[in-house]
């Protein structure tokens, strides 16, 4: 195996600070994927030892999934320094397994765990009185608080990515949102994202090189893909993705949390969408906060907690596109200008489908933040903003991409500046908190990280 030092070089990727020998020691898989592995080991430096994730994957084309990027993901991350970016601290190639590896520091949570915890609800699991708009419970106000700070960090991250690095994530989902003990964001998984204004010199040596003119429209993940990126373009806003997919996120904090069994034989992605209707403009019933299948029982041990997506993903491409058109309406002149511009914009046709207000497919928003009205069917949305939550989701989900809601124009948002105060992790450098938002380390004598604690699963942070 070659290991790489200060300032080496291989296949093009440069790090300018000293890289430690790769962990010799035993490895514990923590994710495996169709293109990379990630272990967790442990990392001797300078006398001092640290739990390290350790991504793997091939440099070699003939094994490579196409436009997945070791190479290009080491080299955008080391140009990427900020607090909610996940760091490199090393790197190695191995030649005769033409792999490589880069390691981080290890990140033990992340969102999707959050996502998937019961107890991440304005709502009680059992319900006796309906809620108070005017005087939120304690469980409310924490779901408000821990939200309001999450949104906050992933849009400082991402804005530093688009303004300052010019990269374009296009992957963000929750499963690459890391959350550290204090409750701080990291970023994750930059393997297909684009950096903007690059030459052909400085990624020469990446697996897939693209072009400005022949971009992948094969990026992103299901129900968080962009609905131009279904339609075959080779050319497009590859930041205005993000914002979609900021959207589809954010929304995911507010959706249905649903047991299932793993070990169950009816399929769980049929059963989602089953759950709504394949008719235009609605629900078959109104969305529970929590969908408990009669089959199953709370108690048992092998059941799980699963957090709902806003778009089905579940029945392909062109079930995803009819997913998102019987949700926000189907594309036209109005809401969608450029559609018909994209490759495969003629090649099918759906029913013709109205808008349907978000907050109906929000069942875990909380009361204390429908005080405040906001129009999410029109895709033209007004100059003001509602400081409500679902302004914000429903201003990245805009169809024409030029008009998608910019991360740096969603931190100056009212509904951040709104009571309860933005709650930032007590580790978090104040030089990088943009905007004028009140912020505050503690809420009730409790830092963000330890209100995060009582709230995912046990051992998640």
Same mark, same amino acid.
């Given at each position: 195996m070659t290991t790489n030092t200060a300032k080496s070089k291989s296949k093009g990727f440069a790090m300018e600070t000293s890289t430690p020998s790769i962990p010799s020691g035993s490895r514990e898989t923590v994710a495996e994927g169709p293109v990379s592995l990630v272990s967790k080991s442990l990392l001797e430096r300078e006398g001092q030892t640290q739990?390290?994730?350790i991504k793997t994957s091939t440099i070699h084309r003939k094994y490579a999934k196409e436009p997945h990027d070791i190479i290009k993901e080491a080299r955008l991350i080391a140009s990427a320094c900020h607090p909610n +970016? +996940?760091?490199?601290? !090393?790197?190695?190639?191995? *030649?005769? %397994?033409?792999?490589? *590896?880069? @390691?981080m520091p290890y990140v033990p949570s992340s969102l999707i765990a959050l996502l998937s915890s019961n107890d991440f609800s304005p709502h009680p699991l059992i319900s006796i009185m309906a809620a108070d708009p005017l005087n939120p419970s304690p469980r409310e106000q924490r779901f408000v608080l821990l939200v309001k700070s999450l949104m906050f960090q992933i849009l400082i991250g991402v804005t530093f990515l688009h303004e300052t690095a010019k990269i374009a994530h296009r992957d963000i989902k929750p499963s690459n949102i890391l959350l550290t003990s204090s409750g701080r964001v990291q970023l994750i998984d930059f393997g297909i994202s684009w950096k903007e204004g690059e030459d052909l010199a400085a990624k020469k040596n990446d697996l897939w090189v693209e072009t400005p003119e022949k971009m992948y429209f094969e990026v992103s993940t299901g129900p968080y893909r962009a609905p131009e990126l279904l339609f075959g373009p080779r050319n497009y806003d590859p930041f205005a993705i993000d914002s979609w997919s900021l959207g589809a996120t954010f929304a995911e904090f507010f959706t249905s949390v649903r047991l299932f069994n793993p070990l169950d034989d009816e399929d769980f992605g049929d059963e989602q969408s089953d759950s709504g209707d394949d008719s235009p403009g609605g629900l078959s019933k109104p969305a529970e906060p929590f969908i408990i299948p009669k089959r199953l029982r709370i108690g048992d041990p092998t059941n799980r907690w699963v957090r709902d997506s806003l778009f089905d993903s579940t029945r392909g491409e062109i079930g995803l596109? @009819?997913?998102?058109?019987?949700? %926000? !309406?189907?594309?036209?002149?109005?809401? @969608?200008? *450029?559609?018909?511009?994209?490759?495969d914009a003629n090649k099918l046709s759906f029913i013709n489908a109205d808008p349907v207000d978000l907050p109906s497919m929000l069942p875990n928003f909380p009361s204390s933040a429908q005080q405040h009205e906001a129009d999410t069917k029109n895709h033209t949305p007004r100059e003001t903003m509602s400081p409500t939550p679902v302004d914000l989701i429903h201003r990245f989900l805009v169809y024409e991409p030029s008009q998608r809601l910019r991360p740096s124009r969603a931190l100056t948002h009212p509904w951040f500046t709104s009571e309860p105060l933005l709650l930032l992790p007590d580790d978090f450098p104040v030089s990088n908190i943009p905007g004028e938002a009140p912020i505050s380390l503690s809420w009730g004598a409790k830092s963000l990280g330890e209100w995060l604690s009582d709230v995912l699963p046990s051992g998640a942070i």
């Open positions: 739990w390290i994730a +970016v +996940v760091s490199i601290l !090393g790197h190695s190639i191995d *030649s005769p %397994r033409q792999a490589m *590896s880069f @390691w596109a @009819w997913s998102i058109f019987k949700t %926000r !309406g189907s594309p036209n002149e109005t809401n @969608w200008p *450029s559609f018909l511009n994209l490759p």
